[in-house]
């Protein structure tokens, strides 16, 4: 799944706004407005998730869940682990 956060992070890595993200998705402005606002995990329909999940692949950013190595090189956002999410370190 995809956060809210990492969805705005991977928008801004791809240099697109949000109307440009729907229209590459095949979405409305507003679900992509309500992905982007939803707290912690996107929440929405499915199949508009993996419409946007799909636009982004198409225009180049690869999504990295939390402890998943990157399948390609290239640039990339990654939140580290706080001290309350990794009590090991």
Known sequence: MMTAA?????????GVDQRTLAARA???LPTIQRMEASE?????VVDSLMKVIQALDEI?????GENQASERGGRGVRLKATAAQNPQG
């Open 26 to 28: 095949g979405v409305s």
């Open 6 to 14: 990492q969805m705005r992070a991977a928008r801004a890595l791809a």
């Open 40 to 44: 912690g995990l996107v929440r929405g």
């Open 60 to 64: 180049g950013v690869e999504l990295v």
